[in-house]
């Protein structure tokens, strides 16, 4: 992230802070939460932002924490549940010593959670919920360090336009907030674009099988189709069947599918010559990054690219 960004957001976080209604002494211990689905399909790129932001918290300790106090960060499992969120929240908020949140980073998450952290002014970034309007409603406590969907779409549009030299293509999305606003805001850009021979269907997140939709959009012969879903496996199951059932177009997967395991390696050679979007650069091509990279290798393998903008997301809050 540019340090001019990191600098604005750590100011604004000053004033949120400053008007927190936690006011326990510092003394008594730091608390920072970290809310995602650290259970069931999205596990592993919530587990990679979770352990980014544990980096930014050892390396802040090892240099004497906060004021000479140590920082803690807290898990809250909301399972991608938007029930579960907000119990996680109601956690958060519960908790005198905690002073903001990382996440949710998943839009319709982060949308329920809202008001719930809003009303106590517990200061939230989360690191990938991209909904446009979760910024536009008023909330002071709220901030991302992602793009958002109306320039998600814009470039998804562009990349099949100008590099897939798509002329027909199919959008699936799964029945969720981040999905249905990208693919609106996907369909809007390639319309700008002069692609207009565009055909749009739902898909169920957790289904195990999309066959269905999928004759459908065989059946319509597109040039590329554009796999909106939020996790590695249900974009792996839909890339596997498009090939299964002799699809004839590119696949073109979210950046859920951005998983070496759970997409590339589950899939057994499905997913060659498929292509994923993502929400961020790749870090591997930041030589500023390198530190970081090395850290997180060493402790915890490799990385997917989720867990970048979580590592900035907490310098920025303790910042502050």
């Known amino acids: ?27 008594e211990g730091i608390h920072i939460g970290n809310a995602g689905a650290f259970t069931g399909d999205a596990a592993a790129p919530c587990m990679e932002i979770y352990n980014s932001a544990q980096i930014a918290v050892d390396e802040w300790n090892a240099k004497g924490g906060i004021q ?43 949308q329920a959670t809202l008001k719930t952290y809003g009303s106590a002014d ?37 990349f099949i336009k100008n590099y897939l030299k798509a002329k027909k293509v199919a959008i699936l999305n799964e029945k969720v907030a981040y999905c249905e606003n990208l693919s609106k805001e996907t369909v809007a850009g390639l319309k700008k674009l002069g692609i207009t021979d565009i055909m749009q269907d739902t898909i169920v997140g957790g289904a195990k099988d999309y066959s269905a939709v999928l004759t459908k959009v065989k059946a ?47 899939t057994e050679g499905a997913a060659e010559g498929s292509y994923v979007y993502h929400f961020a650069p790749d870090i591997y091509g930041i030589p ?8 997180y290798e060493t402790k915890y393998g490799s990385l997917s690219g989720f867990g970048p903008t979580a590592y900035e997301a907490m310098n920025i809050l303790l910042t502050a």
């Open 288 to 295: 500023a990054a390198a530190d970081y990279v090395k850290t």
């Open 122 to 158: 517990l200061a939230q970034i989360t690191t990938s919920a991209s909904k446009p309007d979760l910024t536009e409603q008023g909330y002071q406590h709220f901030f991302r360090v992602n793009a958002r969907n109306d320039a998600h779409g814009w470039n998804a549009a562009l």
């Open 68 to 110: 000479g106090v140590k920082i803690e960060q807290i898990m809250g499992d909301d399972a991608m549940d938007p029930a579960q969120g907000v119990n996680v929240a109601h956690k958060f908020v519960a908790d005198k010593l905690m002073y903001g949140v990382i996440g949710p980073p998943m839009s319709h998450i982060a």
């Open 220 to 266: 319509f012969k597109p040039d590329v189709i554009f796999f909106i879903a939020t996790t590695a496996p249900d974009n792996a199951i839909g890339v596997r069947q498009t090939k299964e059932l002799g699809i004839d177009a590119i696949f073109f997967g979210s950046e859920g599918a951005r998983d070496k395991k759970d997409y590339i390696q589950a």
């Open 1 to 27: 992230m540019k340090k001019s960004i990191f600098t604005v957001l750590a100011v604004f976080l000053v004033f949120v802070l400053a008007a927190a209604g936690h006011s326990a002494d510092v003394k």
